[in-house]
């Protein structure tokens, strides 16, 4: 049998409808921006495997930090213990973080670092006996999958079935121009129940890539500390790279309170989660009253392996060759922008960094359940190329090693895409 085959008798999978969904691609290897199948077929991840990889696949230096680590020690309780990965990886995200970010709370993954990140804020207020417990949050955000971080995203078919069990969200359009007054208004009307306004820096991601100015919501992070009212900088995507600085965040003038991260932080090999806070929010939870302790933990809290990952995702990232392979993503996807924004298909191309999107002209149903969407996948996959349209836009994002061929292989066939389907 297949690997195939076997997966279908035993497994669910995420974000699937396991009745008309398409039988998955078993994968038996990957190197630099490609994986293979069974048949030794070559896909390239032009995805970066649901936006976490950075620096390729299988990559020999994290693989030999990670086995080094694994013989050393793969995993030690959190509290009342400490270990050289953990205390390493916050000391080298704080140095080159914001530098009001003063603390590293470790958990496991995107969802969990906002669910942290809210629970700080939402306690922060109760400990100082002032309790305020609505959150700020934009219009079609995506946050993760948990409830609380569901909670803080916009309602969608996704969030549908649990609609009633979500608890209060103040929800808010993107800032431009036209309504950034009128936002700012809002924010100071409600300020004393307000904990924290939640965001994803320049990019939403799971919106369809809507990227907006980042002069504007600088105005609004900045009217919000005026307000008193905590700044979340959900960093799980754009960190690392993908909007062409380090952080999203550092296109800001206002510093973030607290800063999420994730997929991209161990360079894509291993699950972990980081939500890192100011001296402000720590000190709040520092008390001779035990009942002001963050009670949050995970059994694989701070897990060592995991951090030896991110310690050596990190090397490579702060290595002038990424800079370099960044800055050539970003040139190349500038001048594909530039072929195709004219194509009579393409509704729209916007780019942050590494991040490019296309919105392609349909007339017809535009949603992530569109036909369109799937006739786009199956296209690229026999192509040999893992993109994942959302409804009717297609993105590339990918790991920061792929070549220029490779890259230009990805532009010539959309560009076929566009011609032929
Ligand atoms: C993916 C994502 C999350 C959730 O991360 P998971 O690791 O999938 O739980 C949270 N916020 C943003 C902005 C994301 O893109």
Redesign the pocket.
């Known amino acids: 049998m297949t690997l195939t085959e076997r997966d279908q008798k035993v497994i669910w999978h995420p974000y699937t409808q396991m009745l008309t969904a398409a039988p998955p691609v078993g994968i038996v290897r990957g190197e630099g921006a490609c994986v293979y199948d069974e048949n030794n077929k070559c896909y390239i991840d032009a995805v970066s495997s649901?936006?976490?990889n950075i620096h390729g696949h299988a990559h020999p230096y994290i693989a030999a930090k990670v086995a080094e680590q694994l013989k050393t020690l793969e995993h030690v309780i959190f509290a009342g213990f400490t270990h050289q990965p953990a205390v390493e990886l916050a000391e080298r995200l704080l140095a080159i973080l914001p530098d009001n970010q003063q603390k590293v709370f470790y958990s496991?993954?995107?969802?969990?670092?906002?669910e942290v990140a809210l629970k700080m804020c939402l306690q922060y207020w109760n400990n100082k006996e002032q309790p305020r417990t609505k959150i700020l949050a934009f219009n079609n955000?995506?946050?993760?999958?948990?409830f609380g971080?569901m909670a803080v995203s916009g309602r969608s078919a996704f969030t549908a079935a649990f609609e009633s069990l979500l608890f209060e969200v103040e929800f808010i359009d993107l800032p431009s121009a036209g309504n950034i007054e009128q936002l700012k208004n809002h924010i100071s009307s409600l300020k004393s129940t307000l904990a924290c306004f939640i965001f994803?820096p320049l990019v939403?991601?799971?919106a369809g890539m809507l990227m907006y100015e980042a002069e504007y919501l600088d105005q609004l992070v900045q009217h919000c500390k005026q307000e008193g009212v905590f700044t979340i900088a959900?960093?799980?995507?754009?960190g690392f790279g993908r909007t062409g600085k380090r952080f999203a965040s550092y296109h800001l003038q206002p510093q973030p309170d607290i800063m999420?991260f994730?997929?991209g932080l161990t360079g894509g090999t291993m699950?972990l989660?980081i939500t890192t806070c100011t001296q402000q929010i720590y000190d709040a939870f520092l008390s001779g009253d035990k009942l002001k302790t963050l009670f949050h933990g995970h059994s694989f809290t701070a897990n060592p392996i995991a951090c030896a990952a991110a310690l050596a995702s990190m090397d490579l990232f702060l290595s002038p060759e990424t800079e370099g392979n960044i800055n050539r993503i970003i040139e190349s996807h500038q001048e594909f922008a530039e072929q195709i924004k004219t194509h009579p298909r393409v509704k729209e191309v916007r780019q942050t960094g590494t991040i490019i999107a296309m919105e392609w002209e349909t007339g017809a149903d535009t949603s992530y359940f569109s036909n369109l969407r799937d006739t786009l996948y199956n296209y690229f996959l026999d192509a040999g190329i893992i993109l994942r349209p959302l409804g009717n836009i297609i993105y590339i994002l990918p790991p920061y090693c792929i070549t220029n061929d490779q890259l230009q292989y990805i532009y010539r066939t959309i560009t076929q895409a566009l011609e032929t389907i």
């Open positions: 649901w936006w976490v496991d993954n995107g969802s969990t670092a906002v955000a995506y946050h993760g999958d948990t971080a994803e939403q991601g799971s959900d960093e799980v995507f754009t999420c994730s997929k699950a989660g």
